[in-house]
């Protein structure tokens, strides 16, 4: 199984909204509602933001968002803050029954 | 409070087998609401999945690793364990377990163990 697609680096000032892309095939993103979005910050464990494409886990600031189209997959943060910078993974069930990972981007707050 | 925490060798030699334990505190491995996996990220790197189980045996694994994986659990102790065969330098990650929803995403994580192949 391939890894799903995401840019290696995106950047915003504070205040400002990013979005982060994750492309994947038919075999997962496409045809599952099951994408999740991990906040990883150096040296630590994975946390989950976004699960199921759009939903948030208690605790996680509804400035995190997701959404879903076609083969892409996408986690938005809106009012950027500097404790967003951070690597972010997507997550994607397969046809397989297996789960793949994105590549990671890392968020750079300016 | 859910805690899961990663234990075993932080070295181990080329073409052996590295063997992890995870001990899950809060919550109990019986559950039937949860699954627990194994995830690893090479230093530098992105995250991998490993596999994926139930207490009850059904397991879940990565292609490119299933030939040489072998989980189990223990209920009686509250753990599940890795055992990854044949590991070679590009093994030597560091591997976090992990409380998941089916296998669809995990919820809570260890805080991961540093494993190094050597030569």
């Known amino acids: 199984q391939s890894a799903l697609t995401q840019p290696a680096s995106v950047s915003g000032s504070p205040g400002q909204s990013i979005t982060i892309s994750c492309t994947g095939t038919?075999?997962?993103?496409?045809?599952?509602?099951?994408v999740s979005w991990y906040q990883q910050h150096p040296g630590k464990a994975p946390k989950l933001m976004i699960y199921?494409?759009?939903n948030r886990p208690s605790g996680v600031s509804s400035r995190f968002s997701g959404s879903k189209s076609g083969n892409s997959a996408s986690l938005t943060i809106s009012g950027l803050q500097a404790e967003d910078e951070a690597d972010y993974y997507c997550?994607?069930?397969?046809?397989?029954?297996?789960?793949?990972f994105g590549g990671g981007t890392k968020l750079t707050v300016l | 409070q859910l805690q899961l925490q990663e234990s075993g060798p932080g070295l181990v030699k080329a073409s052996e087998t590295l063997s992890l334990i995870c001990t899950v505190s809060?919550?109990?491995?019986?559950?039937?609401?949860?699954?627990w996996g194994w995830i690893r990220q090479p230093p530098g790197k992105g995250l991998e999945w490993i596999d994926t189980?139930?207490?009850?045996?059904?397991?879940y694994y990565n292609p490119s690793l299933k030939s040489r994986v072998t989980v189990s659990v223990d209920t009686s102790k509250n753990q599940f364990s890795l055992k990854l065969s044949s590991v070679t330098a590009a093994d030597t990650a560091v591997y976090y377990c992990?409380?998941?929803?089916?296998?669809?995403?995990?919820?809570?994580w260890g805080q991961g163990t540093l494993v190094t192949v050597s030569s």
């Open positions: 038919s075999s997962d993103v496409h045809n599952y509602k099951y």
């Open positions: 997550c994607s069930y397969t046809s397989s029954s297996t789960l793949v």
């Open positions: 809060g919550d109990s491995i019986s559950s039937t609401s949860y699954y």
């Open positions: 992990a409380r998941g929803n089916y296998i669809t995403r995990f919820d809570y």
């Open positions: 199921d494409v759009t």
């Open positions: 189980l139930y207490y009850r045996g059904s397991t």
